[in-house]
């Protein structure tokens, strides 16, 4: 079999477009958008006792909401073109959700410094043409969104991202499924990326309207894993519980954000599969390589949504080098694993981060500077999701790949902040 076509997994569009959003998003972030109220007034680093306990009590609008998004399925693999057991391209899909998500009270100090955001999770369902090869999966996910700016008082442009794992597929079988070879596992990371406007239909009634893309792949934790990429239509409906109108009269006393160096420590680790090349192919190694390695980041936070620095970074990548001699097609074949030295790299890379209530999202580009040649010469590429534990320790999701296409491995860790003076308002 050529799996030429299967170490291809993000497609640059749908990369480009996440990274920019999160650089766009990070670059207005020094200061809180669009605060009605002036941040450095002479009380701004006093917070009222009382006004503080009556948002603690009911500081959170609770919200379930329901969405259809009909996508376009991106072409990027034969299979998905026409070489299937329809003989037909498989353009389309569609998926229905139901989330549940908090949001801080309009006009409380968290609202108006992180412009609405809100957090919950979702579940949800996706059907496509060719159930019997790709199946109907389903998807539980961690999601979050904001406003990005307002456009009238009954209208404003918003982000949300999804982040979770689907599962329910019919992956790839050399004797059962033989010509899917876009997705290789029953259970797929599933990433998502809105664009929409928000209609206030009622105090209680959201309208949302807008654009959503999606990935499906593995993360090279098996093979094949080209992934699947569709771009959609957003429709749905929020309702929200227990909105309160009082806190829009209320004072904003948000406190000046002291600008400072923190310092984020990263270990981490994941397993993953290899595709090695042979001549102008590339075979797959039956073998399972371990992933280990470290970030340690020096960041300079700007202001409560935007934080930049650059990062050391080392890895161990058991599969990088890894090598065959007289490969055979529909034989046994032997792999070979190089010396230690040709499986080490430590690179450095820049960092920005868009940081918002329990979730940061951040975006790296690098360079291994010492390095054993081969698979470790590499630019790569970081996308990262913080989930916070603790004020000063947060677990770490990531992805690494080479010239932003080329699918490297999941980072799988944890992390801890030091030297953190972030006041953290919405525990408040």
Not at 111 to 116: A, L, S, V
Not at 168 to 179: A, H, R
Not at 206 to 211: A, D
Not at 300 to 311: A, C, E, L
Request: glycine fraction near 10%; charge should be positive; charged fraction near 15%.
């Amino acid at each position: 079999m050529d799996y030429k076509h299967d170490i291809i997994s993000i497609p640059k569009s749908i990369l480009l477009a996440g990274i920019i959003l999160y650089a766009c998003l990070g670059a207005f972030a020094g200061k809180p958008n669009h605060v009605p109220f002036p941040i450095n007034t002479p009380d701004s680093t006093v917070i009222s006792s009382d006004v503080d306990s009556i948002a603690f009590s009911r500081r959170f609008i609770h919200r379930i909401g329901v969405e259809m998004r009909p996508s376009y399925i991106f072409p990027t693999h034969p299979f998905l073109q026409a070489e299937n057991e329809d003989l037909s391209p498989i353009r389309y899909s569609h998926s229905s959700h139901i989330k549940y998500s908090f949001q801080f009270q309009p006009g409380c100090n968290a609202e108006r410094i992180y412009g609405g955001s809100y957090q919950g999770i979702g579940l949800a369902h996706f059907y496509f043409r060719r159930q019997k090869e790709l199946g109907s999966p389903i998807a539980l996910y961690l999601f979050q969104g904001a406003r990005i700016t307002p456009l009238t008082s009954w209208l404003s442009l918003n982000y949300e991202w999804n982040f979770g794992l689907s599962f329910g597929w019919k992956p790839y079988n050399f004797e059962t499924n033989s010509y899917n070879r876009v997705i290789g596992s029953k259970l797929n990371a599933y990433i998502n990326t809105n664009f929409y406007l928000n209609w206030i239909l009622s105090p209680r009634l959201n309208l949302n309207t807008g654009i959503a893309l999606t990935h499906f792949s593995n993360g090279n934790t098996n093979y094949p894993n080209a992934g699947l990429n569709t771009i959609g239509i957003q429709l749905g409906l929020t309702y929200n519980f227990n909105k309160k109108q009082d806190f829009l009269s209320r004072p904003a006393f948000i406190p000046a954000f002291p600008r400072h160096i923190s310092y984020d420590l990263v270990l981490f680790g994941s397993w993953r599969k290899k595709g090695i090349s042979w001549g102008e192919t590339q075979v797959a190694s039956p073998d399972t390589y371990m992933v280990m390695g470290f970030n340690f980041a020096p960041m300079y936070n700007f202001g409560y949504k935007f934080r930049m620095g650059i990062s050391l970074d080392g890895v161990y990548d058991g599969s990088a080098n890894v090598y065959t001699e007289d490969y055979i097609y529909g034989t046994t074949q032997e792999f070979f694993t190089p010396s230690l030295h040709k499986q080490l790299a430590l690179g450095i890379s820049g960092r920005c981060e868009y940081v918002m209530p329990y979730f940061t999202v951040g975006v790296g580009m690098g360079v291994n500077l010492l390095h054993g040649g081969g698979d470790l010469k590499a630019f790569y590429q970081i996308l990262a999701l913080k989930t916070e534990i603790t004020r000063n320790t947060f677990i770490h999701i990531g992805y690494n790949l080479k010239n932003f296409e080329t699918p490297n491995f999941l980072m799988l860790g944890i992390g801890i902040r030091f030297h953190n003076k972030y006041p953290s308002c919405y525990r408040r």
